[in-house]
């Protein structure tokens, strides 16, 4: 449709596109979450929750929408960063940390160097047409159970506070020293597996 | 990208990468087109012929005079050596006495030559592994005190058509036992500098040893000539198997390869050019004042009918000329034998196996002149 | 994908990949009685149509008002002449000319000339040697993919006329037959100071077009 | 405290409808990362109004994480497996069992 | 909220913008002076001079580079995916931006002061190689794809011996937190006790920066200029800022947990500015290494650079935090440990350069000379 | 060939040429003298027989080869010149095979020396003399397409000046020769 | 309103500190990003825009590309990134430990050699097996 | 890891030294005496003509074609009342500067030495804006001779 529109050449249509969509979307969201906190009804933490939660599910719905792998690749890189935002609210510093460094560079970069390697840049046809609505009826579900279940629910909340990082480490390894061995199994499992599936291909044909 | 066929199809889909005409790792207008499996070159499919202008056909429309000009043109990095094979051919068929000075001369320039054209190897090839430009400069500073002084004499930095059916144009400059002394003091300088580089250096170790390996064997059977033969054990140098000027008055040695890969290609070229100073400096202690022309001169030359295959040794390997004589002022064949294109033949079963960046270095070290090898 | 059926029809050579069936050459023809070969193949008549420079249009010259777009243009025009990079790009004996000018001994990156391999980064494009037909369709191909505002640097007898070449008719009768050209620096080689001197020609013409700048 | 468990509550919604709706198997590894992510969310939530003394939830989140990376490893590496045996990434061409 | 700066009090908000301000003036005039810098100092080990025409002494270049690419024709290629494309340089420059935020410049001068600053700037660094996969890929250029896929093979095989150099460092200075561990140095620097993960450091800074002999994704002579080759303009020009831009930070990190950043060798007594210059000195040198590496060695292959990640540098990082760890954890007096730190981190410094020399020096003859008489028969 | 002035080529007295002569029994060749190497006429059936034979003869042994070239005679046809060199005997040879115009035909020699591949492509674009069983008959210089147009030939016609010097005027003809 | 007030509460007090610093955070991050934007539409402004025929063709040294870029690559690159993310992982494990290992103790220097060491086993297993290798 | 170390030892005793560059547009290089820019025609100032007669020698050994000679009678021959012992001088003349190759061939065949190599900067900076200009008539060749700017070398 914008393809047709007489633009001049500086305007092309991927950023009018993304202008339109800033426009459309974006700003109004972005206008009320201001508008309410300068009425005072929102916090400064809540602008912020308010915005990244825009820009998790944003993410989240581009991961699960879009057909193209790479975008959706991209796009799980998104929601990535605002959940570590969302760990940043929630006085996790140390977690959101890492929620970018694994995913920001590991994840991601995995993901897309599997998808180069199996060239599989777009989603393959569904088999039978029923299986997204009936998987969109699912998900709604299941997503308005767990609000549901959540946000009904009443929690004794205690005091939320920081979380040392020096004592993180002090309990992690005083506490939790048998699980933080077997998570080193769990990785090398992952990684002898990994290699062992991945090296079988190397000796070049098709088992 | 709809679909992906599923099995066999899918093993042998491997990346295609395209390089050159215009590529920087090229030297000019190759193009080579390299079939990749992760980073190991499988196949490479070399295209030349980009820079193929005919100057053998327009040198068969020119009297000797003017086809040396195109002979430069042919191989521009060692114009004097290619200009030499040219003249070579003529006086062999008319059968022309070349005076022992403008012998001697010819000696001193086509070494000179010869160092200058391996300043520009170790340059460009320093670039291909990936110096950043500082190979290049250096090589360049040196080839630049030896262009000077080919400029006093001949006149022009590249393009020198000073060589003549018979001798030299015109005389040296008087200065010119002083200014060669400069320029082979520069020189050393210039091969320390380069020997210093790159020659001991880890990473260009790593990157040149093992690699592109060609054996005495496959090198004959390809026809390679010049350093990349002798780098794999061949010590084929025509100016020993059949001397000509006055390579057999002078004494030195020709650099051999035991392994024959691009290290080796680099040591037997770093020791050419010390071997080239060392013929140069016995050039000049026998350089005699004396006539630069036969006496007697046509003012045009004419052959007799008549063949001639004569091979010189160019910096990159044999540069032969066969001129075919039908009497008159100009050839009526005449077909210039490239080194170049020879060795670029043996590329495709250099590369083959190793890492895309040693490709580029394969070719670095074959030291190709594209207008040579196109012509 | 996006590449159609004409772009490849009219550049010819342009398989990535091991042709399937590659011409071969007509079997043993026997000497034709005539003078063979037409000069212009047919195969190559669409192939060396020249290439236009399609002039673009900047906003500001629309947006801004006039008293502003003169300082403007001048500034701008002052920043491209002084950041003029080069694509490498060598053909023949020029070429090597062209290495020696960003050498030690002259030194193109006092003009802040820097050569760059990719034709998307590059201002100028100089053409150094021979442009024989079967190198014309990469030439042209590179002049278009050049970002605008671009400019073409003829170097040598060859490429601005064909040189010693001339007469053979594999070769282009100089570079402007298919890409314009703004700087001719005649000689066969120029020396390294006669491709310097066209440096500073290209940037007085840009201080000079400066009014063009938005194009 | 219930806006980060709505929001971990939609995040795993989500993720729940790629894994059911799509037939690449890296889009359905995409989507259960969301859903991985989603319960670290709660994971962290729980840990800082619950537990802020003791943080367990942190903690359990960091192995949340380095399982879900693991498994990335792991499941990618069966894709290409996938892959390369079938030269498609549909889950469906992996339904028999034979290898 | 409020929080100081400048002597006054001010509103965070107010402070963090008026640092992110000043960050992004530094950034951009820094920026330029090392583009300027780099083309000066890579002149001269070139012999020749470097800009000189645009400005006295060519200072204007930069300047000039940048106002010619801001009004340089912007293309994308037709085949390229155009919200990856367009998308990439947000990708590369604001991660790299970022890392700004921790880094200091003197006492009190930098942005913020993080609890957990060394392990914030490797996180959001590693951000930037998606960047570099989106250009690379959303070009749809080969050489773009084969140079980002290498580029980031590279970024994440030398992240690690990145992370286990500043864990090391993290180790003997006891805290995460940046500004302490410059603090920490105020009597001894860290590349006293610590040279392996010193040269480990540098070594993974040339990479991640993709700078000779590590430059292989960028390479030339193979892939063009690698997942930029289809870039032009000024989201080309993005790219090329960001990369000094990390540059700088990456110099300026290595003076802060190396070579002791402002803290050594004056503590805290000199003012702010000495300190500050005392950084610019320490990073400027750290730069300097940089060029002149880059303008001597040549570019690795892509074998060997993973192999020296993984099997030299990797297994020397993990060593060292173990030796670390053995001469910490046992509580000796300060000069007993320090002196075990130093003496064991330098033997593993030599054990990795005699690896080096190991892997290439066999015994290899000159070429074999064949005197006249032979040579003839 | 012309016949050669006696007195400006040496004779075959003394040269290689007995050697090549015995290596060659069954082959119908002649030798001829030059101002430098011995020339040997091969027949063009007989070509690849007679040079495998100089090749594996063990007194001869030229395994090199040097170069691979045509002579476009014009109406008397095409000679395939082939340039040979012994690495171990240290001699050279040249030999000559001869085409008629109407019939340019001849046997590969890349199963005798892989290095005439591309010699052997080169003329078959520049003369258009086809080699039969040649492993890779594509183009090597002139664009992969065009495979009719041989420019080396002397019949192929020079280009012609396209813009001559002198302000506007037309190059009189004939004072230029 | 009662959850604003456990939000107020959480930027408040303890949380004040860490919230200021990623405030700034944030903000680096809007300004890069605008840099960005401003420089792409200064660039839209000041530069000069046409469309020539093949100006969008993708650069392959002159030539024209026939089929996409995106295509499979080795399977190395795909080693080496499982081996990296294992490798980071632990070191986010690694990080927290550095830091309080002294506090700990001896066991925790002990876990660690343990964990490395199961770790280094790994990276042997991957060194025999060939993944470190290209060929 | 000591080859490493020797080539950055080299760099860095580049770097000490003095840049080699030569400042192209302020300073110029000494051009040696037989340097061949362009070929130019000479000016007989005892005559006050050019040495050329226009005897096409030249014309005909380019091996470019780049020279385009007409003659004609001198109008100060003696036969004509003038002081010139030339019968024939030059009319036109033109030298294709955008094709001559500069070999030198045309300055050794001519019989008057009545054409040189340019051996002057001016020779070389010619870069023009359009190809036309390179092609030099009559009085641009003669301008440097006339100017006596230009020391002509030859051939001994
Ligand atoms: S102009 Fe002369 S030097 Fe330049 S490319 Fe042509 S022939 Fe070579
Ligand atoms: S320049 Fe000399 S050769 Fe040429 S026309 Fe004049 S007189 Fe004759
Ligand atoms: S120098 Fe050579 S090419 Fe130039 S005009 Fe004279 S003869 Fe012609």
């Known amino acids: 449709m914008l393809s047709r529109l007489p633009l001049p050449p500086q305007l092309d249509r991927t950023i009018t596109l993304g202008a339109v969509l800033a426009v459309g979307v974006a700003l109004p969201y972005v206008g009320v979450v201001l508008v309410l906190a300068a009425m005072g009804t929102l916090s400064v933490a809540a602008v912020v929750f308010w915005m990244l939660a825009a820009i998790i599910v944003a993410g989240a719905c581009g991961a699960v929408f879009s057909n193209h792998v790479v975008h959706a690749a991209l796009s799980l890189v998104i929601a990535a960063m605002g959940i570590a935002g969302i760990f940043l609210l929630l006085a996790s510093e140390f977690l959101a940390l890492v929620q970018v460094l694994v995913y920001g560079g590991g994840v991601t970069i995995l993901l897309l160097f599997g998808l180069m390697l199996t060239n599989a840049t777009e989603d393959p046809l569904v088999t039978d047409g029923t299986q997204k609505p009936f998987a969109f009826g699912v998900g709604l579900a299941m997503g308005a159970v767990i609000v549901a279940a959540m946000v009904g629910s009443t929690w004794r909340a205690g005091e939320p506070m920081v979380v040392p990082f020096a004592e993180l480490g002090v309990r992690l390894y005083r506490d939790f020293g048998l699980p933080f061995e077997i998570a080193s199994l769990v990785l090398i499992v992952a990684l002898v597996g990994a290699i062992a599936i991945g090296r079988r291909d190397q000796d070049g044909d098709v088992s | 990208m709809t679909t992906t066929t599923p099995g066999q199809e899918f093993e042998t889909q491997d990346l295609m990468i395209n390089m050159g005409p215009q590529h920087p790792a090229t030297h000019g207008v190759f193009r080579m087109v390299l079939q990749v499996d992760g980073e190991i070159v499988r196949d490479l499919i070399p295209h030349i012929g980009y820079m193929h202008r005919g100057a053998e056909k327009l040198a068969e429309t020119m009297d000797f005079r003017q086809g040396i000009g195109y002979m430069d043109r042919t191989e521009y990095l060692a114009q004097f050596n290619a200009e030499l094979s040219y003249v070579m051919a003529v006086e062999k068929l008319a059968g022309l006495e070349v005076p022992e000075r403008a012998q001697w001369i010819r000696m001193i320039l086509c070494e000179l030559n010869r160092l200058s054209s391996h300043f520009m190897f170790t340059g460009a090839f320093g670039t291909d592994i990936g110096v950043f430009g500082t190979a290049f400069v250096y090589s360049f500073r040196e080839r630049e005190t030896i262009l000077d002084l080919f400029e006093e004499i001949t006149g022009d930095r590249l393009m020198y058509a000073y060589f003549r059916p018979g001798g030299l144009a015109w005389e040296v400059t008087d200065n010119f036992e002083r200014r060669v002394g400069e320029v082979l003091k520069s020189a050393r300088q210039g091969i320390k500098d380069m020997d210093g580089l790159l020659t001991e250096n880890e990473i260009f170790r790593a990157r040149t040893q093992n690699i592109g390996i060609i054996s005495a064997a496959d090198a004959i059977d390809w026809g390679c000539t010049g350093p990349v033969l002798r780098a794999s054990g061949v010590p084929l140098d025509l100016r020993k198997t059949e001397p000509y000027l006055r390579y057999a008055e002078v004494d030195f040695d020709v650099p051999v390869g035991q392994v024959g890969d691009t290290y080796d290609r680099w040591l037997v070229r770093i020791e050419e050019m010390r071997q080239s100073v060392r013929i140069i400096e016995q050039c000049m202690a026998k350089l005699q004042p004396g006539p630069i022309m036969p006496e007697r001169m046509p003012r045009m030359l004419r052959t007799p009918p008549g063949e001639v295959y004569l091979r010189t040794e160019a910096p990159r390997g044999e540069f032969g000329v066969y001129m075919v004589s039908k009497g008159g002022n100009r050839p009526h064949r005449l077909k210039v034998r490239s080194s170049c294109f020879a060795n670029l033949q043996a590329l495709k079963d250099m590369a083959i196996g190793s890492y895309v960046a040693d490709a580029v270095a394969i070719l670095g070290s074959l030291d190709i002149v594209l207008c040579e090898v196109d012509r | 994908m996006a590449v159609d059926a004409r772009d490849m029809a009219a550049t010819g050579t342009t398989e990535t990949q091991a042709p399937a069936a590659p011409p071969e050459i007509a079997p043993g023809v026997p000497m034709p009685a005539g003078p063979a070969g037409p000069q212009e193949h047919p195969l190559e008549v669409e192939r060396l149509k020249p290439v236009e420079y399609l002039p673009g249009k900047a906003l500001y010259r629309s947006v801004l008002p006039g008293i502003l777009q003169v300082p403007a243009d001048l500034v701008i025009a002052a920043s491209r002449k002084s950041s003029l990079w080069p694509m490498t790009f060598g053909l023949a004996c020029c070429a090597i000319e062209m290495i020696a000018t960003y050498m030690a001994h002259y030194d193109l990156d006092r003009f802040g000339i820097v050569p760059w391999p990719s034709p998307r980064q590059c201002d100028v494009m100089i053409v150094a040697g021979t442009v024989t037909k079967k190198m014309a369709p990469a030439v042209k191909l590179l002049y278009e993919q050049m970002p605008n505002p671009k400019w073409v640097i003829s170097m040598g007898a060859c490429a601005t006329n064909g040189g010693p070449y001339t007469r053979y008719d594999r070769v282009v009768q100089g570079v402007d037959k298919i890409i314009p050209v703004d700087v001719y620096v005649p000689g066969c080689p120029p020396r390294p100071e006669a491709l310097l001197d066209a440096f500073l020609a290209l940037q007085e013409k840009i201080m000079e077009d400066r009014a063009a700048t938005g194009r | 405290m219930e806006h980060f468990l709505g929001l971990s509550g939609v995040l795993f919604a989500l993720g729940f409808y790629g894994v059911l709706a799509r037939r690449s198997a890296i889009l359905i590894l995409i989507s259960v990362e969301l859903m991985l992510a989603a319960v670290s969310i709660n994971f962290i939530t729980f840990a800082t109004y619950l537990d802020p003394e003791r943080f367990t939830g942190v903690i359990f989140a960091i192995f949340a994480i380095t399982i879900a990376a693991a498994e990335v490893g792991l499941a990618l590496g069966i894709v290409l497996r996938l892959f390369r045996d079938r030269g498609t990434s549909n889950v469906d061409a992996a339904d028999e069992l034979k290898w | ?377 | ?177 | ?135 | 890891m000591k080859g490493l170390l020797r080539s950055m030892g080299v760099t860095l005793s580049a770097f000490m030294r003095k840049p080699v560059t030569r400042e192209f547009p302020e300073t110029h290089r000494e051009l040696p005496e037989r340097d061949r820019a362009f070929p130019l025609l000479l000016w007989d100032f005892e005559q006050t003509e050019p040495f050329c007669t226009g005897c096409h020698a030249c014309e005909r050994a380019c091996p470019v074609e780049c020279m385009t000679v007409l003659m004609k009678d001198n109008p100060n021959h003696k036969s004509a009342g003038g002081d010139s012992t030339r019968r024939k001088i030059i009319d036109k003349f033109w030298i294709d500067y955008g094709r001559c190759m500069r070999c030198n061939i045309c300055v050794e065949v001519c019989n008057f030495d009545a054409i040189a190599m340019n051996n002057t900067w001016s020779g070389h900076e010619m870069s023009v804006y359009d190809r036309a200009d390179l092609v030099q008539d009559l009085p641009q060749l003669l301008s440097e001779s006339r100017g006596g700017e230009l020391k002509a070398w030859r051939a001994p």
């Open chain 7, 1 to 135: 309103m009662k959850v604003w007030g456990v939000l107020e509460h959480l930027v408040s007090g303890s949380l004040d500190a860490l919230f200021a610093n990623y405030l700034a955070v944030l903000i680096a991050a809007a300004f890069g990003f605008i840099l960005v934007l401003s420089a792409l539409i200064g660039s839209r402004l000041l530069a000069p825009f046409s469309e020539e025929r093949n100006k969008g063709t993708t650069y392959e040294c002159g030539m024209l590309p026939i089929r996409r870029a995106a295509t499979n690559v080795g399977v190395r690159f795909y080693l080496y990134a499982i081996l990296f993310i294992i490798f980071d992982v632990e070191a986010v494990f690694i990080f927290p430990w550095a830091i309080s290992f002294i506090s700990v103790g001896l066991v925790a220097y002990y876990e660690m050699v343990v964990f490395v060491g199961i770790l280094a086993a790994g990276l042997a297993y991957a060194w025999k097996k060939g993944a470190l290798q290209w060929q």
């Open chain 6, 1 to 177: 060939m012309t016949t050669e002035d006696a007195t400006a080529a040496p004779s075959l007295d003394g040269t290689i040429w007995a050697e090549v002569d015995r290596a060659l029994s069954g082959i119908t060749a002649s030798g001829e003298p030059s101002v430098q190497d011995v020339i040997v006429h091969i027949p063009r059936d007989e070509i690849v027989r007679g040079l495998r034979a100089l090749k594996t003869d063990a007194a001869l042994t030229f395994d090199y080869l040097r170069c691979l070239t045509c002579v476009d005679n014009e109406d008397e046809g095409m000679d395939v010149v082939y340039m040979l060199y012994s690495t171990e005997h240290r001699h050279n040879l040249t030999v000559k095979t001869h085409l008629d115009a109407t019939d340019l035909h001849l046997d590969t020699a890349t199963t005798v020396w892989r290095a005439a591949n591309w010699y052997e492509r080169e003329v078959m674009e520049m003369f258009g003399v086809r080699f039969r069983n040649h492993p890779d008959p594509r183009t090597l210089l002139m664009p992969e397409d065009i495979t009719d147009t041989f420019p080396l030939r002397k019949d192929h016609p020079l280009a012609e000046i396209e813009v001559m010097q002198g302000e506007g005027m037309a190059f009189p003809s004939g004072e230029g020769e």
């Open chain 5, 1 to 377: 909220m409020n929080a100081e700066l400048f002597g006054s009090q001010v509103n965070v908000w107010v402070d963090a913008l008026v640092r992110v301000l000043i960050i992004v003036g530094m950034m951009t005039v820094v920026v330029m002076g090392l583009i300027w810098f780099e083309r000066k100092i890579i002149g001269r080990f070139q012999m020749r001079l470097g800009p000189t025409r645009t400005g006295p002494f060519g200072l204007l270049q930069s300047v000039a580079d940048g106002l010619k690419l801001v009004a340089k024709e912007d293309v994308r290629p037709k085949n390229a995916d155009p919200w990856v494309f367009e998308l990439a340089p947000y990708f590369v420059f604001v991660p790299t931006f970022l890392m700004f935020v921790a880094v200091p410049f003197a006492f009190g001068f930098q942005v913020r002061v993080l609890e957990l600053g060394l392990f914030y700037v490797l996180a959001v660094s590693s951000v930037s190689i998606v960047g570099w996969v989106m250009a690379g890929w959303g070009s749809d250029n080969r050489y773009a794809m084969l140079g980002a896929l290498r580029a980031a093979a590279q970024a994440i095989s030398y992240e690690l011996p990145l992370v286990m150099a500043m864990i090391a460092v993290a180790m003997v200075a006891g805290t995460l937190n940046l500004q302490e561990i410059v603090l920490g140095q105020s009597r001894l620097p860290n590349i006293v006790l610590q040279p392996l993960p010193a040269f480990i450091f540098f070594t993974a800074t040339l990479a991640e920066l993709n700078r000779t002999p590590f430059d292989i994704p960028v390479g030339e002579s193979e892939v063009v200029g690698g997942p930029f080759v289809e870039y032009s303009g000024i989201r080309w020009s993005m790219f090329f800022l960001a990369e000094y831009a990390a540059m700088f930070i990456l110099a300026l990190l290595g003076s802060a947990i190396f070579l002791g950043g402002w803290a050594w060798p004056m503590g805290e007594q000199w003012g702010a500015s000495w300190q500050l210059l005392l950084t610019t000195v320490k990073a400027g040198a750290f730069i300097f290494l940089i060029f002149w590496v880059r303008s001597t060695l040549p570019r690795m292959r892509v074998d060997q650079l993973m192999g020296f990640s993984w099997k030299v540098l990797l297994p020397f990082g993990f060593a060292q935090i173990m030796v670390n760890g053995f001469i910490l954890v046992n509580g000796w007096p300060a000069v007993t440990s320090g002196v075990l730190l130093g003496t064991t981190s330098l033997a593993g410094l030599f054990a990795v350069g005699w690896i080096v020399q190991r892997s290439v020096s066999r015994p290899r003859p000159r070429p074999v000379m064949m005197a006249r008489s032979e040579a003839a028969q």
